[in-house]
């Protein structure tokens, strides 16, 4: 049986026809449309934990149980699955230089001012992204005043960094902000 509806004067048109044709406009339309997206993630309900003779164990709902440990020969640690221990070490360095740091102004828009305090020892000045990344780089002596034009850098906050360069180790840090 079929429906016929009254489109102009002497045109009809058969209800699948009309219908078929109202389907396919709509998924035309909705194709510039938005999807979803599944993540990966894992959402644990369930878990333990225990020790027994020196020996901790731990163990989470969707989590396989035979994770491994590999260690780099850089000293760094590879760990399967997704429940991580907490560091358990921390190096602290303390100097026995004494030695103080100004960058001025902060925030700075093209040139900034170190001055350097302490004794005159040869260090290294840098400047890194908060990516880490060093994007400037000085070997000058300390107890001193120095000015650098960073009017190229991109507005952001950065690091000054002071290094002895004997050992490289780090003397001071101060965060500052480029500003348009």
Excluded: C, W
Excluded at 67 to 74: A, H, P, S, V, Y
Excluded at 110 to 128: A, H, K, Q, R, T
């Amino acid at each position: 049986m079929y429906f016929y509806i009254f489109i102009s004067s002497s045109i009809y048109l058969n209800m699948k026809k009309l219908f078929l044709m109202t389907l396919s406009l709509l998924l035309l339309i909705s194709g510039g449309g938005y999807s979803q997206k599944i993540m990966r993630q894992s959402i644990n309900s369930f878990g333990n934990a225990g020790s027994f003779s020196n020996v901790a164990v731990s163990q989470t709902v969707g989590q396989s149980s035979l994770t491994g440990t590999k260690i780099l020969e850089d000293g760094k640690v590879i760990r399967q699955g997704f429940q991580q221990p907490l560091s358990s070490t921390m190096t602290i360095y303390h100097s026995e230089i004494e030695f103080t740091l100004s960058v001025y102004p902060n925030p700075f828009q093209d040139v900034i001012y170190i001055e350097l305090g302490g004794e005159e020892i040869p260090v290294v000045f840098n400047m890194s992204n908060m990516l880490g990344q060093i994007i400037f780089e000085d070997n000058i002596l300390s107890n001193a005043k120095y000015s650098y034009n960073f009017s190229d850098l991109a507005p952001g906050v950065y690091f000054v960094n002071v290094y002895k360069q004997s050992d490289m180790s780090n003397l001071v840090t101060k965060k500052i902000t480029k500003t348009f």
